[in-house]
C-alpha cells in the first residue's frame, strides 16, 4: 500500500511542474513573430505641448470609409486597428502591429485633437504610408500569412496637416 | 391606545432579556476538552452542540468547551470538527445546577470527503447527500494562504475565477461592467451586494472571522432568488468562544520588482501590511466577540494604493435552551486610488496620466439580526433582518460622482422534518432598496418572494429533492416582473463509497439599478438608461459522482451544461455625426455553457501529505454571435500539495487558466493592446509554524505568491499582482 501510495504522491508531485513553463508571461521587449506590419514615424517639424493635436495614432484601414459614420461603424467592427504613439511631443517613434493576414488599403498618422481617439470629429490626418511619396496616393499593405512586413515607416506633420480621405 | 401598546411590547422585550438569563443559570453546565485520539493533543475549532436546541460551543486554542444552561432532560452531544469522524454521546442528563465534564476523543479520519455544508439546501446536510457540486474552503485553508481579501483564497477553488473582483463560477458570469453580479454573496445566509450596482465588496468580508466558505455551483434561485444565476457563495462565520480570548494578527509584506525593468516605475519598495485585534467574551448567556483591523497597500501599480479600517462584531444572546437572538455586524472604511487600466503596454504598471490622483472613498456597512427557535431535532424557525449600506464618492470627472444605497432585508424560514421521511424547507422573503445617486438617480425598488422545497428520502439510498420559489420584483419605473425559480435533485448512494447525483435548476437575476438607470458621459461615450430593461435567466443542468476509491483516494467528478437568455450588457445604440457615442444596457445576449470537472484528493502517510487537483473544462458559446463567451478559460486546473509535521506545514498551490478567448473588441478605443493575454500560470508556496512560548500560543507563516514572476492579466490591460512576499504572526492571548 505504501508503494502504490509514494507512486501516486511522486507522480502529483512531478505533475505540478510539468504544467506551467517557465517564462515570465507577458513580454514588453519580446518581439512579436505573428502576422503584421512593424515601422516608424517621423514628426518632421516641432510638436509642442501647446499644438491643438494632443496625439498621434498610426491607424489601419481595410477599406478606406466612405464617411465618419463609416468610420466609427468600422473601429466597432474590429476593421480599423490603432496604436497609439507614446509619449506625445517626441519626434521618433517605432511603432508595432498584430494584424490579421490580408490587404490593408489605408496604413496613416491621426492627428487626435481632443481628448478622445474615437470622435471622429477631433482627427487630423498628418500622414499616410505611400510608395510613390505623394502623400494623397496611400499604398496598399499586404500580409500574407505568418507574414510580418517591417520598414511600413511615415512622416508625419502636425503642422501641415491633410484632408481625411472619408 | 398603540403607544401603551408599543411601550408593553417594548417592556415585555426589556423584561425577558434580562429575566431569562436568573432562569436560565438554574440550569446545569457541560465542559470538557476535545483531544486527538491517536496523538492525545487537544484539538481546537471543534464544534460542540446539544442536538435539538441553539446551545452549543466551540473549543478553544487548549480543545475546551462549556456548554451552559442546560436543561434537565436526556440531550444528546455531538461533536463535528472537519478531518476527524463525528462523536455522539446519546442519553445525556444534567440535574440543575450540577456540572458533568468529558474528555472526547475524536477519531481521525484518513481523507475528508464529507463536511457539513448548509448553503446547497438552507439546511446542515453532508455533501454526500446534496444534488449539486459544491466546494468547501475551512477556516485552516484560509489562514495557511496568508491573504489580506477572501477573494484571494477563492481563487484556488476548482471551477471558479475571476475577472478582478467579479467572479465566474464555471464560467457563469463574464465581465459585467462593473453593474451586476451574476454569483450570489451572502455571510450567514444574508446576502451582501450593493443597492446601487449590485456588487461584491470582497474586502469587507472579515477574513479572521471566517469559519468556512462554501461554493455552490450552477444557479440557485430557488432558495435564494436573484443574482444565484451562476451560483452562490455563503461566508460562515466563526462560533462565538465560551470563554474570554484575546487574538492579534500582523501581516505585513512587499512586492518584488517587476522582471522587465521597463515597467519598473517606483523607486523604492512597496509595502504592505495589516493589523487586527480581536476578543471574545462570556457573560451569563450573552456571547460577544468583535474584530476592528486596518490595512495600508502601497500597491505595485501607480495609482492603486489603498487604506481601511474595518471592524466586526457578533453577539449572541441564548434566551432558553431553544431559543436565540444573534446580532451581527461588520463595516469597511475604504480609500482607494483608482487604475482602470494600463497607460500602455510598454507602462504596464502606470494608469493613463490623467488618472492620476483620482481616488474613490467608501463606507460600507451590514448588520443583521436572527432570531432562532428550535423545535426539534432538526425542526426550527430562523427569523432575520437585515441592512446593508453602501456609499461611495469620488474624485471623477470635473465634478466628481456620489451614490448611496441601502438595502432592508427580512426573512422568515422554517424546517420541519415531518413524518414519512420528508423534509421541508420554507420561507418568505422581502427586501426594499434605495438609491441616491449621481449617476443613477433616486431609486427605490423592492422584492416579495415565497419558496418552499421538500427532500425525500424515499429509501435510504435515494433522496429526492424538489423546490420551487416565487419572487416579485420592482425597481422604481421598470414595470413589476415575477420569476418562478423550480428545482429539482437526485442523490443515490450506490455504495457507502460511491454516490451519484443530479439536478436540475433555474437562476435569474434582476438587472441592477446602475444598469438601467445610469446616466452619465464622459470622453464622448454617453450612457443612457433603459426602463425596458428585464432580468436575466438561466437554467442549469448537472450530473455527476463522488467516489472514495481506497479509504486515501476520493475522486469527485460533474459534467454540467448551462443555458443563459436574456444576459445584460452593453450595447451601443448609436453613433452620432460629431462622433459622440450613445450606449445602453440591454437583454442581449443568448449564451450556453457547458463542460466538466474533475478533482482528485489524496491523503498520504497518515495524512502527512496532501496533494489535490482538479481539471475544469469550459466550453462557453454566445449563441446569438455564435462565437465563443467573452472572458471565459476553457482549462482550468487547480492544484496543490500540503505537507504537515507536527506543528508546521508547507503549502504550494499552482492554478492554470488557458488564455481567454475572446474579448469585448470595443477596448480597443481606450486601451493599447487589450488582447495582450496570456495563459495564467500562479504558484503560491507558504509554509508555518505553531509554537507556544510561556503558554501563548503563537502562529508564524511566510508566503511567497506568484513566486515564479508571472505576469498575466485577468481583465484587459490590468496586469495581476507580482511576486510578494508575505510574512504574518498571530498570536492568542
Not at chain 1, 23 to 40: C, F, N, Q, W, Y
Not at chain 2, 600 to 622: C, E, H, K
Not at chain 2, 676 to 688: F, K, L, R
Request: aromatic fraction near 10%; hydrophobic fraction near 40%.
Amino acid at each position: 500500500m505504501r508503494t502504490i501510495q509514494s507512486i501516486t504522491f511522486f507522480a502529483l508531485i512531478l505533475l505540478i511542474p510539468s504544467l506551467f513553463s517557465c517564462d515570465h508571461g507577458l513580454d514588453p521587449e519580446a518581439e512579436s513573430s505573428l502576422p503584421g506590419i512593424d515601422g516608424t514615424v517621423t514628426v518632421v517639424d516641432d510638436w509642442t505641448s501647446d499644438s491643438a493635436i494632443r496625439g498621434i495614432y498610426v491607424v489601419v484601414f481595410k477599406s478606406i470609409p466612405q464617411d465618419s459614420a463609416d468610420a466609427v461603424n468600422q473601429f466597432f467592427s474590429g476593421a480599423i486597428k490603432f496604436v497609439e504613439l507614446t509619449p506625445p511631443h517626441e519626434s521618433v517613434y517605432s511603432y508595432s502591429f498584430d494584424l490579421d493576414p490580408g490587404t490593408y488599403q489605408l496604413v496613416a498618422c491621426i492627428g487626435v485633437r481632443g481628448d478622445l481617439f474615437f470622435n471622429v470629429a477631433n482627427w487630423v490626418l498628418t500622414g499616410i504610408y505611400t510608395v510613390t511619396n505623394n502623400p494623397f496616393d496611400p499604398s496598399p499593405v499586404t500580409i500574407s500569412e505568418s507574414e510580418r512586413i517591417t520598414n511600413i515607416d511615415m512622416m508625419a506633420s502636425v503642422r501641415y496637416t491633410l484632408p481625411l480621405p472619408f | 391606545m398603540r403607544r401603551y401598546t408599543f411601550t408593553y411590547v417594548c417592556a415585555a422585550i426589556i423584561i425577558q432579556i434580562f429575566l431569562l438569563p436568573a432562569y436560565v443559570v438554574a440550569q446545569g453546565t457541560i465542559s470538557g476538552t476535545v483531544i486527538d485520539g491517536e496523538t492525545r493533543q487537544p484539538l481546537p475549532g471543534a464544534n460542540v452542540y446539544l442536538q435539538g436546541t441553539v446551545i452549543g460551543s466551540v473549543t478553544d486554542t487548549d480543545g475546551f468547551f462549556r456548554i451552559i444552561n442546560v436543561p434537565d432532560e436526556r440531550m444528546t452531544l455531538v461533536v463535528t470538527m472537519i478531518g476527524y469522524g463525528k462523536f455522539t454521546q446519546t442519553d445525556i442528563r444534567v440535574p440543575a445546577g450540577e456540572t458533568r465534564t468529558f474528555t472526547i476523543q475524536l477519531q481521525p479520519t484518513v481523507i475528508e470527503t464529507a463536511p457539513v455544508v448548509i448553503t446547497a439546501t438552507k439546511t446542515e446536510r453532508s455533501l454526500r447527500d446534496i444534488p449539486t457540486s459544491v466546494s468547501v474552503m475551512q477556516a485552516m485553508e484560509i489562514e495557511r494562504r496568508n491573504i489580506f481579501s477572501i477573494d484571494e483564497a477563492l481563487r484556488t477553488i476548482p471551477g471558479v475565477h475571476f475577472n478582478l473582483s467579479q467572479i465566474n463560477i464555471r464560467g457563469s458570469s463574464g465581465y459585467s461592467h462593473g453593474a451586476g453580479s451574476r454569483v450570489l454573496l451572502l455571510v450567514d445566509g444574508t446576502p451582501i451586494l450593493s443597492g446601487d450596482s449590485g456588487e461584491i465588496t470582497w474586502e469587507l468580508i472579515p477574513v479572521d472571522q471566517i469559519e468556512r466558505v462554501e461554493v455552490v455551483k450552477g444557479a440557485g434561485s430557488t432558495l435564494y432568488g436573484s443574482s444565484a444565476l451562476g451560483g452562490v457563495v455563503n461566508i460562515i462565520t466563526k462560533e462565538l468562544p465560551d470563554r474570554s480570548a484575546t487574538a492579534v494578527r500582523l501581516q505585513g509584506g512587499f512586492y518584488d520588482k517587476p522582471y522587465y525593468s521597463q515597467w519598473r516605475w517606483s523607486e523604492r519598495s512597496r509595502f504592505k501590511h495589516s493589523l487586527h485585534l480581536s476578543h471574545g467574551i462570556r457573560i451569563g448567556a450573552l456571547q460577544v466577540a468583535g474584530s476592528l483591523g486596518t490595512l495600508y497597500d502601497d500597491s505595485y501599480r501607480m495609482n492603486d494604493s489603498r487604506r481601511r479600517i474595518m471592524g466586526y462584531l457578533k453577539s449572541k444572546y441564548t434566551l432558553s435552551p431553544y431559543q436565540s437572538l444573534t446580532l451581527s455586524g461588520f463595516f469597511i472604511d475604504q480609500t482607494r486610488h483608482n487604475f482602470l487600466y494600463w497607460k500602455s503596454f510598454d507602462n504596464a504598471l502606470e494608469p493613463f496620466e490623467e488618472q492620476v490622483g483620482e481616488e474613490v472613498e467608501s463606507l460600507r456597512i451590514q448588520s443583521n439580526i436572527q432570531y432562532r427557535h428550535v423545535f426539534g431535532s432538526e425542526s426550527f424557525l430562523t427569523a432575520r433582518i437585515s441592512w446593508y449600506h453602501s456609499d461611495w464618492r469620488d474624485n471623477i470627472g470635473v465634478t466628481g460622482n456620489a451614490s448611496r444605497s441601502n438595502v432592508y432585508g427580512s426573512e422568515v424560514q422554517f424546517n420541519h422534518a415531518m413524518s414519512g421521511s420528508h423534509f421541508l424547507v420554507s420561507g418568505i422573503d422581502v427586501s426594499y432598496q434605495t438609491v441616491d445617486s449621481d449617476i443613477f438617480g433616486v431609486r427605490n425598488g423592492y422584492v416579495i418572494a415565497a419558496y418552499i422545497q421538500d427532500e425525500w428520502s424515499v429509501v435510504p439510498p435515494l433522496r429526492l429533492t424538489g423546490g420551487i420559489r416565487f419572487d416579485v420584483t420592482r425597481l422604481d419605473t421598470i414595470d413589476t416582473f415575477t420569476n418562478i425559480s423550480p428545482r429539482a435533485g437526485v442523490v443515490y448512494s450506490v455504495l457507502p463509497g460511491l454516490s451519484l447525483r443530479a439536478s436540475v435548476g433555474a437562476g435569474f437575476r434582476a438587472p441592477a439599478a446602475a444598469e438601467a438607470f445610469a446616466t452619465t458621459a464622459a470622453s464622448g461615450l454617453i450612457v443612457q438608461p433603459n426602463p425596458d430593461l428585464g432580468a436575466e435567466r438561466s437554467w442549469s443542468y448537472e450530473g455527476g459522482a463522488n467516489i472514495n476509491v481506497t479509504d486515501w483516494m476520493n475522486i469527485d467528478a460533474a459534467v454540467f451544461h448551462n443555458e443563459f437568455s436574456d444576459m445584460i450588457e452593453p450595447v451601443i445604440t448609436s453613433i452620432e455625426p460629431t462622433g459622440e457615442i450613445k450606449a445602453q444596457f440591454k437583454n442581449v445576449v443568448k449564451a450556453r455553457v457547458r463542460g466538466f470537472e474533475a478533482g482528485l484528493t489524496v491523503s498520504l502517510f497518515d495524512r502527512t501529505l496532501l496533494p489535490r487537483v482538479a481539471y475544469t473544462f469550459i466550453d462557453g458559446r454566445d449563441m446569438n454571435l455564435d462565437e465563443p463567451l467573452k472572458y471565459r478559460h476553457k482549462h482550468m486546473v487547480v492544484t496543490g500539495l500540503l505537507a504537515r509535521y507536527k506543528t508546521a506545514w508547507i503549502e504550494i498551490d499552482y492554478r492554470y487558466h488557458s488564455k481567454v478567448e475572446n474579448i469585448d473588441d470595443e477596448l480597443a478605443f481606450i486601451i493599447d493592446k487589450p488582447d495582450n493575454q496570456v495563459p495564467v500560470h500562479v504558484v503560491d508556496i507558504s509554509t508555518g509554524i505553531g509554537i507556544n512560548i510561556g503558554g501563548i500560543p503563537l502562529n508564524f507563516s511566510l508566503s511567497a505568491k506568484n513566486v515564479l514572476q508571472y505576469h498575466y492579466v485577468e481583465f484587459v490591460a490590468n496586469i495581476q499582482p507580482i511576486r510578494q512576499y508575505v510574512a504574518s504572526l498571530q498570536v492568542v492571548l
